[in-house]
């Protein structure tokens, strides 16, 4: 199993700033694709920014400019630098990782989440 532990969210105003950071530990293999998504209240979660072991990224069009997605592989960890904060990107931040496990007799992938870390964007 592969466990997701996030911290760095809180109250901002707006034009403020955050940074989140995401550390995995576990039986970790390796792990592939990190990202953050997000859930607002009354909507679905959606993607916010993912990143490649290689350190490739992609980012949702709302956070362009704004948000900037960085790991350390050798931590296992992921951070998501947060600028020009706005109200509507006020919401429950979600850590996910694409990673593969190692029982001893087979190797497994699957996507793990971390437990959510609020930001509230507001003045």
């Known amino acids: 199993q592969v466990q997701l532990v996030e911290s760095g969210g809180g109250l901002v105003q707006p034009g403020g700033s955050l940074g989140l950071s995401c550390a995995a530990s576990?039986?970790?293999?390796?792990?592939?694709?990190m990202g953050w998504y997000r859930q607002a209240p009354g909507k679905q979660r959606e993607l916010v920014a993912t990143?490649?072991?290689?350190?490739?990224?992609n980012y949702a069009d709302s956070v362009k400019g704004r948000f900037t997605i960085s790991r350390d592989n050798a931590k296992n960890t992921v951070y998501l630098q947060m600028n020009n904060l706005k109200p509507e990107d006020t919401a429950v931040y979600y850590c996910?990782?694409?990673?593969?496990?190692?029982?001893?007799?087979?190797?497994?992938?699957?996507?793990?989440w971390g437990q959510g870390t609020r930001v509230t964007v507001s003045s």
């Open positions: 996910n990782a694409n990673a593969s496990t190692y029982s001893g007799t087979s190797y497994k992938r699957n996507d793990y």
């Open positions: 990143i490649t072991p290689g350190g490739g990224t």
């Open positions: 576990g039986s970790i293999f390796s792990i592939n694709a």
